[in-house]
C-alpha cells in the first residue's frame, strides 16, 4: 500500500489549505484513513480519522476548524484546514488501518506552515 500527500504549503494565519492522500495498492474495503502531524519536539498526534462507513474523530484542538472526508472510489481522503493558526505548523502524515488485517502504512508527510 502506498500514500502520496498533496497540498501543503505556507499559509497565513487564518487561512485555509485542503490536504489530499491517495493510496494504491492491496487497499481492503474497510478501513480508517485519517492525517496525524508531528511537530518538531514533539510526538505524532491524530489530527482527524474517517471510517469507510463515515464515521469521523477529530482531535480537540481542530474540531470546528478541519473536516476530514473521503472519496472511497477514489481510495482518497481529504483534511479541509481552516482559520489555520500558528500552532497548526507541523509534518502531517496520512494513514490507513486495513481493518480485516490490522495493518497499517504511513505516508511521507507533508509540511504545513502557518505564519502569524
Known amino acids: 500500500v502506498q500514500l502520496v500527500e498533496s497540498g501543503g504549503g505556507l499559509v497565513q494565519a487564518g487561512g485555509s489549505l485542503r490536504l489530499s492522500c491517495v493510496a494504491s495498492?492491496?487497499?481492503?474495503?474497510?478501513?480508517?484513513m485519517g492525517w496525524y502531524r508531528q511537530a518538531p519536539g514533539k510526538q505524532r498526534e491524530l489530527v482527524a480519522s474517517?471510517?469507510?462507513?463515515?464515521?469521523?474523530n477529530y482531535a480537540d484542538s481542530v474540531k470546528g476548524r478541519f473536516t476530514i472526508s473521503r472519496d472511497n472510489a477514489k481510495n482518497t481522503v481529504y483534511l479541509q484546514m481552516n482559520s489555520l493558526k500558528a500552532e497548526d505548523t507541523a509534518v502531517y502524515y496520512c494513514?490507513?488501518?486495513?481493518?480485516?488485517?490490522?495493518?497499517?502504512?504511513w505516508g511521507q508527510g507533508i509540511q504545513v506552515t502557518v505564519s502569524s
Open positions: 474517517i471510517h469507510t462507513g463515515g464515521s469521523t
Open positions: 495498492g492491496s487497499i481492503l474495503s474497510i478501513n480508517v
Open positions: 494513514n490507513i488501518i486495513l481493518i480485516l488485517s490490522q495493518r497499517y502504512y
